[in-house]
C-alpha cells in the first residue's frame, strides 16, 4: 500500500499553493498549445486540407464520418495503432496512459477531491509507467539510437518532452519515497518545464495527432488517399500512378524485405 505524496507537504507547503501551481500549469498548457497552433498554422492547415480534400472526394460519406471518428479514437488513439513496431507501440502506451493516470491522479489528491488508495496507487503506477515505458524508449528504441549507434546521451531541443517527462516523474517517485525537499524542488523544476514548455516541446502532438489520423482515415473513405496511391491495385488508374512502369503490376507489399533485418550495421 503506498501512500499519499501530497499528504507529506502539510505544514511545509500550504495545500493552497499547489493546488495554484496546478492552475498555473493547467493554464501554461492552454496557452502554449494555442500559441504553438497559431506560431505553426497547425489548425489553419488542417481545415485548410480537410476542405481541399473533401472538395476532390469521390464519393460522400455521409454517416460514415461517424464510424470513422470511433475508429480513429479506438485504433489510433486508445490503442496506438499508428506504431508498426510493437516495441514502440508498447512503450508508447506505457508513456501515454501512464501520463494520464499521473495527471489525472495528481489533480484529485492536491484539490482533495479523492484521497482513497485507488487513486493513490494510480499515481505511483502512472509515474512508474512513464519511467517504464520512457526509459526503454530512450536508452533501447529510438532511431538514431538503435539503427543508427549514436549515444543515448545525446540531446535535441525536440527532446525537452520526453525528458522533462521523465524527469518529474523520477523525481516524483524519490521525493514521494524519500520526503526530501531537494527532490521536491527538483520535481516541481521538471515539472514546470515540463508544463511550461509546451512551445518549444512536442507536448501540443498529442492533441494534433488524432485530427491527423481522423484526416487520414477520411482521405482513404472518400476516395482521395491524399493523392497517394491506394493499398490496392484492383483500380486501373492506381496502377498507371507508379513511378516505374515494371512495379505496375507488382503487388503493393513488394519490397519489404529491408524490413527483414533490423538496421544496425554501424
Given at each position: 500500500m503506498f501512500t499519499n505524496p501530497f499528504a507529506g507537504l502539510d505544514g511545509l507547503v500550504s495545500p493552497s499553493f499547489m493546488q495554484v501551481y496546478v492552475l498555473v500549469m493547467l493554464l501554461a498548457v492552454?496557452?502554449?498549445t494555442l500559441f504553438d497552433v497559431v506560431h505553426k498554422g497547425s489548425a489553419r492547415y488542417f481545415f485548410q486540407n480537410m476542405a481541399r480534400s473533401r472538395s476532390k472526394a469521390k464519393r460522400p460519406l455521409g454517416g460514415e464520418v461517424v464510424s470513422i471518428a470511433v475508429r480513429t479514437a479506438v485504433v489510433d488513439v486508445l490503442a496506438s495503432g499508428e506504431f508498426c513496431n510493437p516495441r514502440r507501440r508498447v512503450a508508447h502506451l506505457l508513456g501515454m496512459y501512464g501520463f494520464i493516470f499521473y495527471v489525472v491522479s495528481t489533480v484529485l489528491l492536491v484539490f482533495q477531491v479523492?484521497?482513497?488508495s485507488l487513486v493513490i496507487n494510480l499515481w505511483w503506477l502512472g509515474a512508474a509507467m512513464i519511467c517504464v515505458g520512457g526509459y526503454w524508449f530512450w536508452f533501447f528504441i529510438r532511431v538514431d539510437v538503435a539503427a543508427e549507434g549514436k549515444?543515448?546521451?545525446r540531446l535535441m531541443k525536440a527532446d525537452l518532452f520526453i525528458l522533462s517527462l521523465l524527469a518529474s516523474a523520477t523525481f516524483g517517485l524519490?521525493?514521494?519515497w524519500l520526503h526530501s525537499m531537494?527532490?521536491?524542488g527538483l520535481y516541481i523544476i521538471a515539472t514546470t518545464v515540463l508544463f511550461g514548455g509546451?512551445?518549444?516541446s512536442k507536448f501540443a502532438h498529442m492533441f494534433f495527432k488524432p485530427a491527423a489520423a481522423f484526416e487520414k482515415r477520411l482521405a482513404r473513405a472518400d476516395g482521395t488517399a491524399e493523392n497517394l496511391p491506394t493499398l490496392t491495385r484492383e483500380d486501373p488508374e492506381q496502377q498507371k500512378?507508379?513511378?516505374m512502369e515494371l512495379l505496375q503490376d507488382a503487388p503493393m507489399d513488394m519490397?519489404?524485405?529491408?524490413?527483414r533485418e533490423a538496421p544496425r550495421h554501424y
Open positions: 492552454v496557452a502554449g479523492s484521497t482513497s549515444s543515448p546521451f524519490l521525493w514521494a531537494v527532490l521536491f509546451v512551445p518549444w500512378r507508379h513511378s519490397g519489404l524485405g529491408i524490413k
